[in-house]
């Protein structure tokens, strides 16, 4: 499928004619494209966008501040990077609003950016949770030493002595 047609269904895909489906390829030599969605942003307190920020949504799991400043530098330079708690969706903003622009006007042409974030280390998915997990709770071998030591220290308390068991 040609990438103009898989971003016109990706914008699709979000809902609302607002967004722009941006392309990104994430790794050396990967087949595989994520796509975010760009708009620009809508402050809180009125229903006006503000200029020279993007709302982006969509975000692959792994991209933190710093890789999406990286990412969206090539429009222009990036002032502020805020990702959401729930790290899928953040707003970005820009030095100037001619930078937003060329990002939506990027994002409508269908084209891809190339973004190489470097693969991380470890164990993936479950197997780095599972990683996580034994490093936080102790080995059995490990309680029974822990349980023996207290044992031991308790024999010679006094009250311990005293009582006749």
Known sequence: MPAEATAAAAT???G??????LGLRLHVNSP???YVFIKHHVGHDSDSEVANALYVTGLPLGLDEVSLEGIFAVFGEVANVVVHPTKRSAALVY?????????????????????PLPLPEGPLGLKAWVAQHKARR????????QVQGCLGAADSWPCVQACAW
């Open 32 to 34: 595989f494209i994520s």
């Open 95 to 115: 030095d100037d609003s001619s930078n937003v622009t060329k990002a939506l006007s990027h994002a409508a042409s269908g084209q891809i950016i190339e973004c």
């Open 16 to 21: 609302s004619k607002d967004y722009k489906a």
């Open 12 to 14: 699709t895909a979000a």
């Open 138 to 145: 102790p080995g059995n071998q490990q309680l029974q030493k």
